[in-house]
Nanobody, 122 residues
């Protein structure tokens, strides 16, 4: 059974960087979308970034565009989310997901990781 396991979360200060990883056990990512979502306390899960199965097309939410970068390493079955210039409002549990799309909505994914906490302090 395929599983997604996120790692790399932690407590950082505003302006710092973090890189999240999502490792998949089992089959490769092809032909799925791979996405990152986040959920802050009391809020709905929201889209952060996604990339196509080939890695050639990427999608970003406006509020992370220019600061976050999604990428993949097929040899390691791992997807990354590089987060730079972190802001207080980036604090959330970050989830990795796999699905057929649409890329920017949770309903487009049918496999989720357990999440990793990212906390940004002032």
């Amino acid at each position: 059974q395929v599983q997604l396991v996120e790692s790399g979360g932690g407590l950082v200060q505003a302006g710092d960087s973090l890189r999240l990883s999502c490792a998949a056990s089992g089959r490769t990512f092809s032909p799925y979308f791979m996405g990152w979502f986040r959920q802050a306390p009391g809020k709905e899960r929201e889209f952060v970034a996604a990339l196509s199965w080939s890695g050639g097309i990427t999608y970003y939410a406006d509020y992370v565009k220019g600061r976050f970068t999604i990428s993949r390493d097929n040899a390691k079955n791992t997807v990354y989310l590089q987060m730079n210039s972190l802001k207080l409002e980036d604090t959330a549990v970050y989830y990795c997901a796999r699905g057929y799309g649409p890329a920017s909505v949770p309903a487009g994914y049918n496999l989720w990781g357990q999440g990793t906490q990212v906390t940004v302090s002032s």
